[in-house]
Every structure is written in C-alpha cells, then in structure tokens.
C-alpha cells in the first residue's frame, strides 16, 4: 500500500517539488514521519513494506529516502545495496536502532549518505533530510530552475526569462535558499540562521526588507507570504 501524502498540492509545484520516499514498517512512526515531512512542505510517498519500498526507489525519481533497516519483508541493508548496485544515487538517511553500531557501518558501507539513531527528535530528521538535499543538489547540477528563474550557483548568477539580473550577496543567498527549498514554507527563523550565519545582526525584521526587493527583481507573485510562518515560492505565479 503507498499511501500518498500531499500537504501543499503537488501538482500545483510542478517541476520545484521535492519528492521523498519514506520506508518505515512501525506504523506511528511512518505517520509522524510522513506528517512532519509534509508539514515541511515535501511531496511524500510511504510504504511499510520493504517490497514495495524497493519497487517505488527503483521506478520513481525522489529526492531523497528515509530508509527503516529493519523491515520485517526485505532487509534495508539489501534494499539499499541493490539501489546502488542498479546505479539509482538519490541521498538515503537511514533509521537504526539505538544500540546496533554494527548496523550503522553496514548501512554506511550500503551506500547510505546518513543515519539516525531511533529514538529520533523529528526536527533531526528533519534537518538531516535538508542537508542531503542540500549538498545533493550542489553536487547535481550547477543551475537550479524554477519557473523562469534560473540560478547558476557556480558563478552565483540569476536570469529571469532568460534576462540577467544583478542581485547583493544577500539577495542572492535569499533567493538561492528559497529555490532550493521551493514549493515548501520556508520560516523567517530558517532564512535568518541561513543568511547570517556569520553576523551578528540577525534581526528577522531585515528578511522582510530583502524579500521586498527580490519581488521587485523577479516575478513578485512568486514569493507568497505565508501569514505567521514565512515565505514560500513557486514557479507559476498565479498559482495559490
Ligand atoms: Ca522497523
């Protein structure tokens, strides 16, 4: 059974939505997983059985996998060394068990980009997943799509439509982290720790400054507010 979760309207993203696969045979966990991942913003596809999760890893194109190593149908272990024997290289985060050190190097060893010891706190698996989508996107491909913003991340340049557009550091690293999470909610919080990393000044206030003058450099529907949680862009601007 794959149950299809949809907290933002897939469809409505088109091309920009992140896709995820979670495989996970405790049946709250799944759910708490799948909630929060959509809560975030991520198309998300859930299985409890390692068949099945094997079969949709193989066949569809996610952004990332949130592998359980112990399911009761299929070994994640051997789910996961033949994803990568058939050369399928989405980030795999695995969940272990606690005292099982053995099973983390394995998972390692499988080709897994990184783990969680159960029992977790979401908001770590939560950040591990955006550091695997980070750091898979960098090493992808240099240019990033959405709508008719294309983002070389190399060369740090913007074209709207294909027109070039002068953006300040800060602009650019704004806009840069919403197309790299866009068709999700992005918080004011999230924005700040990301654009000030090294600063002192991280008054959330500014956010909204440069948001401001982003709309005014690219198609200004794209960004929406999301009253009370932050931005979010997507690539049609006409689209809720
Ligand atoms: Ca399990």
Redesign the pocket.
């Known amino acids: 059974m794959v149950a299809l979760y949809n907290g933002v309207g897939r469809m409505g993203y088109g091309a920009c939505t992140v896709r995820l696969l979670v495989v ?3 049946d709250d966990i799944n759910r708490q997983l799948v909630s929060a991942l959509s809560q975030a913003g991520y198309a998300v596809d859930a299985t409890n059985r390692g068949e099945e999760g094997h079969f949709l890893g193989d066949t569809e194109p996610y952004d990332a996998v949130i592998l ?4 009761p149908d299929l070994n994640g272990i051997s789910i996961l060394e033949q994803w990568r024997r058939d050369d399928r290289k989405m980030p795999v985060l695995i969940l272990t068990a606690r005292d099982r050190w053995s099973e983390k190097v394995a998972g390692m060893d499988a080709g897994a980009d990184d783990y969680v010891t159960k029992p977790f706190h979401m908001e770590e698996v939560l950040a591990r997943v955006r550091a695997l989508l980070r750091r898979s996107t960098g090493h992808a491909k240099s240019e990033i799509e959405c709508g008719v913003l294309a983002l070389d991340t190399k060369l740090a340049r913007l074209t709207v439509d294909g027109v070039p557009i002068k953006l300040t550091s800060h602009e650019y690293r704004l806009l840069s982290y919403l197309m790299h999470h866009s068709g999700r909610v992005v918080s004011r919080t999230e924005l700040v720790e990301h654009l000030y990393e090294q600063d002192f000044d991280r008054d959330s206030n500014t956010i909204e400054v440069f948001v401001g003058r982003l709309r005014k450099k690219i198609p200004a529907e794209m960004i929406k507010t999301v009253r009370g949680l932050g931005y979010c862009l997507s690539p049609d601007a006409d689209e809720a």
């Not at 359980?68 to 399911?71: E, F, I, M, R, V």
Request: charged fraction near 55%.
């Open positions: 996970e045979d405790d359980d190593l112990g399911l």
